[in-house]
Structure formats: structure tokens, C-alpha cells
């Protein structure tokens, strides 16, 4: 690469305006839309028999000393080559901004990112500003150019978040419009429960500060289907378009693409809901099965049907019982893969005595009025494992009640559990 990068001048490229845009769609599954391009540069020149690809030509620029230069005339020739397809679309265009750049823009008398805009007859609301935040050198910096494009009406979009060292703190503090999630994310999240924990975790902060979550880089259906089940809004990658210089081809062919995927993701939507349903079906039935055997029992006995329960029934974990204000009466019965396992010492199951009314599993009886309740997904610690428990207020006598407490392993019980087919 050191061979290809000696064989020009980013200098002789600006001067000669040697660059193409490329763009490539980001779509909505759920309206059926291109929601926006990205804006792609290209660089050639006659020693080259191939394109030169963004990053070498960005390390390039920080070589010879010219990124703002290369910045804007890459702005320019994205918003000159889209001017001239927008007319005829709703979609909006992201262009990525050097954020260690960000104070040389702040501190133009003129904004050059404003001004080319207007030029160019855009309306700022239809232009997202691509930020990789974990790049600025000035937070300060960082924040007063977010202040200032969202006031002149841009909409802000913070790339890659989730990679290297994003910072919560100043994403809080940027407040985007739009949060791209990060490949190594989206990488196989279809097999990975943590990765899965990771996306409705920021799909979740999104949710909550008014922002959209696009899952970038989805390249097999199985990442579009397991985005979409965990409710990410927006899409781009390989699986959707590759990046391609002519954007009215693209705008046709992205459109039937949307068809076929939402044909295809259709029947997987459909069958997660009847899931769902019967996900509680089948756990309720399990917990009937084992109030059953326990009713009226005293805690010794309760104990030994505990373990032959969690013996037939290898999605279980743990089994334990409280008392109506949350303390456990009952030891922690688990399973003896979990008996077995090595893990840091701060995972343990709890003992007798331990207080669990703070807990939404227990607290739920209380606030809802309901007789059980099933959690979210969460880390257990008791083992370490991603886990839901079920939890069942039982009434032996009007001066005793007890909860039963049930700890399902979210892996096993989703393969267990799972509709047919």
C-alpha cells in the first residue's frame, strides 16, 4: 500500500478535482422508503489503474497537510452530483465531516459547510452531518460545531458508534438525530446473545433522547432479521446495496430491493410474535406443573422437587422461593451445570435471608396488582448467564403468601421453546 500511496499527490488530485462520489442507500424497513444516501468519495488518477478508497485517501491528506481542503471539495462534488437527483426524491444525503477538523469550521467567518449548502439549494433539513465522535481532538470543539449545524437546521448523525473509544458522555452532550451502529456490532448478532444485549441496550438510549438507530454494515439477512427483531429503524450495508457512482440506477434497484427483503423478513416478524406468545404459554404451563407439586409443601420437601424439576428441564437455572416482602426463604437450587461452572466469585447464587424486594420480579405484585410476571432479558448474577426469571405470587392461606421464583437460561429457552420450523 506504501508503493500505491508514493504513486500521487492528494495535492494534484484536489488542484484537478480528481474525485468521484459514490452513494449508497439507508433504508426504512418498516415504512418501505430509502430514508437517505450516503455520499462516498472516490479518487483516481492516470498512474492507477483502480479507484483510490476513502481511508487512503484521508491518510493521505493528514500527510501532506490538506485535509480541510480535501474535506470540502469532497462536500462539494457529493452535493453538486446529488443536487441534480434530489429533485426527484424524498431522501435526504449524510455527508461524513473530518471531526478533528471540526474547529478549523468553527472558526471560519463564513461556514464553508452552510454556505456550499445553500449554493448548492439545499434545505439543511435534509442534510445529516456524519460525525465519528471518538475522533475529535476537542470535546468543546466537537460540541459547539453540533450546536451550531443543528441550529442551522442540519440533522446530526454520530457514525460508528460502539467502536474504539465512543463516549457516552459526549453522546449525551452531541444528543444526535440519528446513531449509527457500528459493524463489529452487527457482525453475526444473529448468533451472539451479548452482541444482541449491546443493540437493545443502544436502541434503547436512542429511544429515550428522540434519536433513530441504523444498524451500518449489515451484509447477511440473518443481521437484517435479528436488527429488525430488536427493533433497529434503519439499514444500510451490503445486504441492501453496495455503493455505486450512479445514484438513479441505484434509487431503482434499491426499491425493489426493499420489496424482497420486507417479502422475505415478513414470515420472521410474524412467527417472533406468535413466539412471544407462546414463549409465556409454555412457561406459565411449567410453573403450574411445579405449583402443583409444591402446594402447601414446607421448604425441605419443596427443595428436592426443586431439583428433579430443574434435572427434567435443562432451560431452568434456578429455583427459589421469598416471602411476600422480597426475603428469601428457600435456598437457591440450581442446576448442576451451573453448580459446575467456574466463574468470578461476585456471581453467586443468593442464600436465605437475602432481600430481593427491590427487584422488578417482586416489586411487580405491588405496582401492577398482577399474580406473575416475567422479566426482561437481563445478566444474572447468580451466574453471569443472560437470563429472564419467572416469578408467581402464591397464596396458601390469607396469612401466607409466598413467590416463586424461576430462572430461565435466555439461550436453552429460546432453542427449547421456539415455534416449530
Not at 35 to 41: G, W
Not at 51 to 65: G, H
Not at 91 to 118: A, D, K, W, Y
Not at 249 to 272: F, H, N
Amino acid at each position: 500500500m506504501d508503493n500505491h500511496k508514493a504513486a500521487y499527490s492528494l495535492r494534484d488530485i484536489i488542484r484537478d478535482e480528481c474525485i468521484c462520489t459514490h452513494f449508497q442507500p439507508i433504508i426504512s424497513l418498516k415504512t418501505g422508503t430509502i430514508f437517505a444516501y450516503e455520499a462516498l468519495v472516490r479518487g483516481y488518477c492516470d498512474s492507477m489503474e483502480s479507484l483510490i478508497y476513502p481511508c487512503e485517501l484521508f491518510e493521505k491528506a493528514l500527510e501532506e497537510q490538506v485535509s480541510v481542503e480535501f474535506d470540502r471539495l469532497c462536500r462539494q462534488k457529493a452535493l453538486e452530483r446529488y443536487s441534480g437527483f434530489q429533485n426527484g426524491s424524498t431522501s435526504m444525503i449524510f455527508i461524513n465531516i473530518n471531526t478533528s477538523e471540526v474547529g478549523v469550521c468553527l472558526r471560519e467567518n463564513q461556514p464553508h459547510i452552510s454556505l456550499v449548502t445553500r449554493q448548492m439549494g439545499f434545505d439543511p433539513r435534509h442534510v445529516g452531518l456524519e460525525l465519528l465522535e471518538s475522533k475529535a481532538l476537542s470535546s468543546e470543539d466537537l460540541i459547539d460545531f453540533v450546536h451550531h449545524y443543528r441550529k442551522s437546521g442540519f440533522l446530526i448523525v454520530v457514525d460508528d458508534f460502539g467502536c474504539e473509544h465512543s463516549n457516552l458522555d459526549r453522546l449525551i452532550q452531541i444528543h444526535p438525530d440519528i446513531i449509527k451502529i457500528d459493524r463489529n456490532i452487527i457482525s453475526g448478532i444473529q448468533d451472539d446473545a451479548y452482541r444482541q444485549s449491546i443493540l437493545k441496550s443502544i436502541r434503547s438510549l436512542a429511544e429515550m433522547t428522540g434519536a433513530l438507530c441504523l444498524a451500518e454494515g449489515v451484509e447477511t439477512i440473518e443481521e437484517l432479521k435479528t436488527c429488525h427483531l430488536l427493533g433497529v429503524d434503519l439499514f444500510q450495508g451490503f445486504i441492501i446495496a453496495r455503493p455505486h457512482e450512479n445514484i438513479e440506477k441505484l434509487d431503482a434497484l434499491t426499491k425493489q430491493r426493499i420489496t424482497e427483503l420486507q417479502t422475505e423478513i415478513r414470515p420472521v416478524a410474524l412467527a417472533s410474535l406468535k413466539q412471544r406468545r407462546r414463549l409465556t404459554g409454555d412457561i406459565n404451563q411449567l410453573a403450574d406443573w411445579l405449583m402443583r407439586q409444591i402446594s402447601r409443601s414446607d421448604i425441605a420437601t419443596m427443595e428436592s422437587v426443586f431439583q428433579e424439576f430443574i434435572a427434567m428441564n435443562d432451560e431452568i437455572e434456578c429455583i427459589y422461593v421469598l416471602d411476600e416482602g422480597g426475603i428469601q426463604i428457600s435456598a437457591t437450587v440450581c442446576s448442576s451445570a451451573l453448580q459446575r461452572s467456574a466463574r468470578p466469585t461476585f456471581y453467586h447464587p443468593a442464600g436465605k435471608g437475602a432481600n430481593h424486594s427491590f427487584k422488578n420480579y417482586v416489586t411487580c405484585f405491588e405496582a401492577l396488582g398482577i399474580k406473575r410476571y416475567l422479566t426482561d432479558i437481563y445478566l444474572s448474577l447468580a451466574s453471569g448467564n443472560l437470563c429472564r426469571t419467572f416469578s408467581v405470587r402464591i397464596e396458601d392461606s390469607p396469612q401466607q403468601t409466598r413467590i416463586l421464583c424461576i430462572d430461565f437460561l435466555e439461550e436453552r429457552l429460546r432453542h427449547t421453546l421456539s415455534p416449530a420450523g
